[in-house]
């Protein structure tokens, strides 16, 4: 029975007042001070973890979506500088068409980095691709028609694209 009392938590706050002069109250109320301030600690790291998670996500978010939109940026160029050269067939639309297809290359090659821990994003990148290629082929096929067929077969193909 001895034993059992010289472990028992009452025991142990009987002690401590003894020793430092302090109300047993006074020791329950500091440890319980104490526990609170142990768990508040907790919570607050784990928000903070937390946090740093949701911040890496939102950032990564933003950043695809930047991508995305410099890629239809690029391609809209590309589309743009096409148009442009079947009607006026200056030498700069031509060549500005194909620096911007050299950043829709660039912007389609980090678009598919960004998301390639993500099987989803990954699956709608590759799908980005064929329809990517769709339309530059017939923007292709403008430049084509102007340099092989004339202005008058270029015109034509413009008119589909709208």
């Known amino acids: 029975?001895?034993?059992?009392?010289?472990?028992?938590?009452?025991?142990?706050?009987?002690?401590?007042?003894?020793?430092?002069?302090?109300?047993?109250?006074?020791?329950?109320?500091?440890t319980a001070a104490l526990a609170l301030i142990v768990v508040l600690a907790f919570a607050v790291f784990q928000t903070a973890e937390r946090y740093r998670r949701d911040e890496q996500r939102t950032l990564h978010s933003y950043q695809v979506r930047e991508q995305v939109l410099q890629l239809v940026n690029h391609l809209h160029l590309a589309e743009m500088d096409a148009r442009s050269y079947a009607l006026t067939?200056?030498?700069?639309?031509?060549?500005?068409?194909?620096?911007?297809?050299?950043?829709?290359e660039g912007s389609y090659q980090q678009l598919a980095a960004l998301v390639?821990?993500?099987?989803?994003?990954?699956?709608a990148v590759a799908q980005m691709r064929t329809?990517?290629?769709?339309?530059?082929?017939?923007?292709?096929?403008i430049l084509d028609d102007y340099r092989l067929h004339g202005p008058e077969a270029a015109h034509a193909e413009v008119v589909t694209l709208v």
């Open 1 to 30: 029975m001895r034993e059992t009392q010289a472990h028992s938590p009452d025991h142990y706050l009987k002690r401590a007042s003894r020793r430092t002069g302090l109300p047993r109250r006074v020791l329950v109320m500091a």
């Open 89 to 104: 067939g200056r030498d700069i639309a031509f060549a500005d068409y194909w620096q911007a297809i050299r950043g829709v």
């Open 116 to 123: 390639t821990d993500n099987a989803r994003q990954s699956a």
């Open 131 to 141: 329809a990517i290629a769709s339309r530059r082929a017939r923007f292709e096929k």
